[in-house]
C-alpha cells in the first residue's frame, strides 16, 4: 500500500521547495525527487500521490526534461503544475502549442466544469500564470475544468483515473484558491493529515534509538538553533552517549557562551565540553585581511579544534549533524548531476577522515519545521527565533583584520543593537539586525575635546530566505537612539552610519 506521503517531481521550478511546504502545511509529508530520477528511485518512494512542478524550460525545447513513465504506472493521484501539467497533457495524447506572449502575472480564473479538485472553492478567483506554452487540446478522457480570459485550458481533469492538471501556480500567495485546492488534491488522494512536528519527535527518538543503539555520538554544538535541536533530540534518545562540544573560537556574540552553557545545556542535561580556543583562533587571523582568507582559517582551525577534542573520548561511532532539508535538496541539480549548488554536509571533511557514520535527525525538515519541533522539545521562545549569525562569526563584521580590541568593541556596540530591537519589538519584524564595525576613523566632538575614533554601522534586512533582501525602514526615532546609545556607551566609536543598500547588488553581510 503506497505511503502517506506526496512526491514531488522538481523540474527545475524555482518554487518547486514551495510546493513542498504547502503540502506539509496541509498536514502530509512530502519530498522532492529531481527530474532525473529513476524509475527505480520513483517507485521506491512509493508515494501515495505525485506532484510535478513547474520548469523554466519549455516541453518543446531540445533536451527539456520529461515526464517519467513510472510516475503514471504507480496508479496514484497526479497533479500536474504548469509545465508538469503540459507534460502530462502530452504523455496522455494531448497537444500543446506556443503562446503568442508569455503570460506572467495575476489572472482571473474561472472554473467551467464540477471537480472534486476545486469542491468547496469559488467560481472564479485570481490566480498566478507564469507559462510560455500551453494545451490546444486535452488529452483523451480528460474535461477542461477551468479556463481564464487568455487560455481556454487553465485547468483539466480525469477524474476516473484521478489526474489533474493546472495552468496556473497554487503553491504561490498570489493564487487565492491555492492552499483549498492543494488541500482537496490530498483529501481526493486519500491522504491522511498526520505530518505534525510532535508525531515528528516520536518516530525520530525511536529512530534514533534503533539507528544509534549503544554507539557514541559527538555533536558539534554551534549556538544555532539547528545543531542544538540536533542535540536535545539526541540527547532524548540516547543520553550521555552523546557528547556535544561546543568551540569557543573567540568570534562568538556578547554571553554566548554562557547562554548555550548555562541556558542550554544545563537546562537540558547536555554532556557538553565546552573549548576555549579563542588564541589560536585569533593568533592565526592576525594581520589577515581578506574575508575569504579569513573563511577558510576559521574553518579549518575549527575543524583541528573539533578533531582533537573528539580523539580524547576515544571510540567514536557517529557524527551528528543539523543538516535540514533544503541542504539536501540544494546538493542536488533537478535536471542533471553535472551542477551541484552546494555540499550539504555542515563540518566539511570530517565524515570521511574520521571514520564515522553520519546521523541527520533534522535532514527531511525545513527551517520553520525545526522551530516547530525546538518549540516541542521546549527549547526557550526567544532561541528558537533568534536571528541567523553567521559561520565565522564577528570576524566578517569586523572589516579588515581582526583583533581582541575590535572584537570587544563590535561586541559591545551589537549587543545594543540586540537589545533595542528586542524590546522595541523590532527583533521579530525583520529577518536579521547586526552591527559592522568600519575599517577607518572619523573626526568628532565629545565634550570640549576633539576625537578621531572608530565607526559603526548598522544593518538590518527583510528577507524570507536570505537569496534576496531589502534594507528595513527602521523608524527615525529608533535610529536615534541606537546612535546615541552607542556613542555614548561604546568606548572608541564616534559615528553610526546605517545601511540602506538591498541584496542584489550587496550582500546581507559586508564581507
Known amino acids: 500500500m503506497p505511503q502517506n506521503k506526496v512526491l514531488i517531481i522538481d523540474y527545475g521550478s524555482q518554487v518547486t521547495q514551495l510546493i513542498a511546504r504547502r503540502v506539509r502545511e496541509a498536514g502530509v509529508y512530502s519530498e522532492i525527487l529531481p527530474a532525473r530520477a529513476t524509475a527505480a528511485e520513483i517507485r521506491g518512494a512509493d508515494p501515495g500521490a505525485v506532484i510535478l512542478s513547474g520548469s523554466p524550460a519549455s516541453v518543446a525545447d531540445e533536451g527539456a526534461p520529461t515526464l517519467s513513465p513510472a ?31 508569455r503570460e506572467y502575472g495575476p489572472a482571473r480564473l474561472e472554473v467551467t466544469n464540477p471537480s472534486p479538485l476545486f469542491e468547496g472553492l469559488p467560481a472564479t478567483a485570481r490566480v498566478w500564470m507564469s507559462h510560455g506554452d500551453r494545451v490546444d487540446q486535452p488529452p483523451p478522457g480528460f474535461t477542461v475544468l477551468a479556463a481564464t480570459g487568455d487560455i481556454q485550458v487553465a485547468a483539466l481533469g480525469d477524474d476516473s483515473r484521478r489526474l489533474y492538471g493546472v495552468q496556473f501556480h497554487p503553491e504561490v500567495h498570489h493564487t487565492e484558491i491555492g492552499a483549498g485546492l492543494l ?16 508525531s515528528f519527535v516520536e518516530r525520530t527518538l525511536a529512530s534514533l534509538k534503533d539507528q544509534i543503539g549503544d554507539g557514541q555520538v559527538i555533536c558539534a554544538l554551534s549556538g544555532g538553533v539547528d545543531s542544538t535541536v540536533v542535540a536535545v533530540l539526541l540527547n532524548k534518545a540516547i543520553g550521555h552517549n552523546l557528547h556535544c562540544i561546543f568551540v569557543d573560537n573567540g568570534l562568538l556574540r556578547q554571553g554566548e557562551v554562557a547562554e548555550v552553557r548555562d541556558n542550554i545545556a544545563r537546562h537540558h542535561h547536555l554532556n557538553l565540553t565546552v573549548v576555549d580556543a579563542s588564541e589560536l583562533f585569533l593568533s592565526r587571523l592576525a594581520g589577515v585581511e581578506d574575508p575569504e582568507k579569513k573563511r577558510k582559517i576559521i574553518g579549518h582551525t575549527f575543524i583541528q579544534v573539533f578533531e582533537e577534542e573528539a580523539a580524547k573520548l576515544g571510540r567514536v561511532d557517529f557524527l551528528a549533524q543539523g543538516t535540514i532539508y533544503p541542504d539536501v535538496i540544494e546538493s542536488v541539480s533537478p535536471l542533471g548531476s553535472s551542477v551541484t549548488i552546494k555540499s550539504h554536509h555542515n563540518v566539511g571533511g570530517l565524515p570521511e577522515k574520521m571514520n564515522m557514520a553520519l546521523v541527520e535527525p533534522l535532514r527531511e525538515l525545513f527551517k520553520d519545521e525545526v522551530r516547530g519541533v525546538a518549540a516541542e522539545l521546549g527549547l526557550p521562545e526567544e532561541f528558537i527565533w533568534r536571528q541567523p549569525f553567521p559561520g565565522p562569526g564577528l570576524a566578517i563584521r569586523v572589516i579588515g583584520p581582526v583583533d581582541r580590541a575590535m572584537l570587544e568593541t563590535l561586541r559591545r556596540a551589537d549587543a545594543i543593537v540586540q537589545e533595542a530591537l528586542k524590546t522595541s519589538g523590532w527583533y521579530t519584524k525583520i529577518w536579521q539586525g547586526f552591527a559592522v564595525l568600519l575599517p577607518l576613523k572619523t573626526v568628532g566632538v565629545m565634550g570640549d575635546g576633539r576625537t578621531y575614533e572608530n565607526v559603526v554601522a548598522i544593518r538590518a534586512v527583510n528577507s524570507v530566505d536570505a537569496m534576496t533582501a531589502d534594507w528595513s525602514r527602521l523608524p527615525y526615532d529608533f535610529l536615534e537612539t541606537l546612535s546615541r546609545r552607542i556613542i555614548n556607551e561604546v568606548k572608541g566609536v564616534n559615528r553610526v552610519v546605517y545601511d540602506i543598500s538591498s541584496k542584489p547588488p550587496s550582500t546581507i553581510e559586508w564581507e
Do not use: T
Open 183 to 198: 488541500k482537496n488534491f490530498l483529501k481526493l488522494a486519500g491522504l491522511q493529515a498526520d505530518w505534525n512536528m510532535a
Open 71 to 101: 510516475v503514471l504506472e504507480l496508479g496514484v493521484p497526479v497533479l500536474g503544475i504548469c509545465y508538469g501539467l503540459q507534460l502530462l497533457a502530452q504523455a496522455l495524447g494531448g497537444r500543446l502549442a506556443r503562446s503568442a506572449d
